[in-house]
T-cell receptor, first 112, second 111 residues
Framework: QKEVEQNSGPLSVPEGAIASLNCTYS??????FFWYRQYSGKSPELIMF????GDKEDGRFTAQLNKASQYVSLLIRDSQPSDSATYLC????????????FGDGTTLTVKP | DVKVTQSSRYLVKRTGEKVFLECVQD?????MFWYRQDPGLGLRLIYF???????EKGDIPEGYSVSREKKERFSLILESASTNQTSMYLC??????????FGPGTRLLVL
């Protein structure tokens, strides 16, 4: 079992819809959770981070964390074609502070 | 603004050559990382460093070494390049458990 697993995708949604990206992790001691966006040929860039259970909103993006279920998700509201990218979930465990374990990513396509 | 730079965007080397990939960060961050990214395999950690002169192996260290003589600079060395080391190499920097900031990447082709 991988330490961080994401929906394999690809995920395709129409413009204006909600895109839902999911991630599960195996280390119960994980402390920090991140979503990165990676456009084709570019390096990953941070979208959101979340540390506490519940929801965290930033513009059209909402991160949701449920530590009991070891689950973190990213919702993108009013999806735009510019949101088309690969989204990487990353988790920082307790054992190695600062070292992130990345999921393989979910590729999202938003169709006009 | 945060900045991580890598010495080359594209690099072509021959099998058996020694290859140096340089990464510099201007954020005074303690942690620095080297990853490689291949289609279908995601981001894989090669080495990381928590401080000057400190290094720890990641998931795929074989065939690589690293050097961190100064806090802002983290070098990845391919001792004898092989074709299976053709990949995109990404450097990142972070503080404690915080966000990782990535450089633009070096696309390495080994012939």
């Amino acid at each position: 079992q991988k330490e961080v697993e994401q929906n394999s995708g690809p995920l395709s949604v129409p413009e204006g819809a909600i895109a839902s990206l999911n991630c599960t992790y195996s280390d119960r001691g994980s402390q920090s959770f991140f979503w990165y966006r990676q456009y084709s040929g570019k390096s990953p860039e941070l979208i959101m981070f979340i540390y506490s259970n519940g929801d965290k909103e930033d513009g059209r993006f909402t991160a949701q964390l449920n530590k009991a279920s070891q689950y973190v998700s990213l919702l993108i509201r009013d999806s735009q074609p510019s949101d088309s990218a690969t989204y990487l979930c990353a988790v920082n465990g307790e054992a190695n502070a600062g070292k992130s374990t990345f999921g393989d990513g979910t590729t999202l396509t938003v169709k006009p | 603004d945060v900045k991580v730079t890598q010495s080359s965007r594209y690099l072509v080397k021959r099998t058996g050559e020694k290859v140096f990939l340089e990464c510099v960060q201007d954020m005074d961050h303690e942690n620095m990382f080297w990853y490689r990214q291949d289609p279908g395999l995601g981001l894989r950690l090669i080495y990381f460093s928590y401080d000057v002169k400190m290094k720890e192996k990641g998931d795929i260290p074989e065939g690589y070494s690293v050097s961190r003589e100064k806090k802002e600079r983290f070098s990845l060395i391919l001792e004898s390049a092989s074709t299976n080391q053709t990949s995109m190499y990404l450097c990142a920097a972070s503080v404690l458990r915080e966000t990782q900031y990535f450089g633009p990447g070096t696309r390495l082709l080994v012939l």
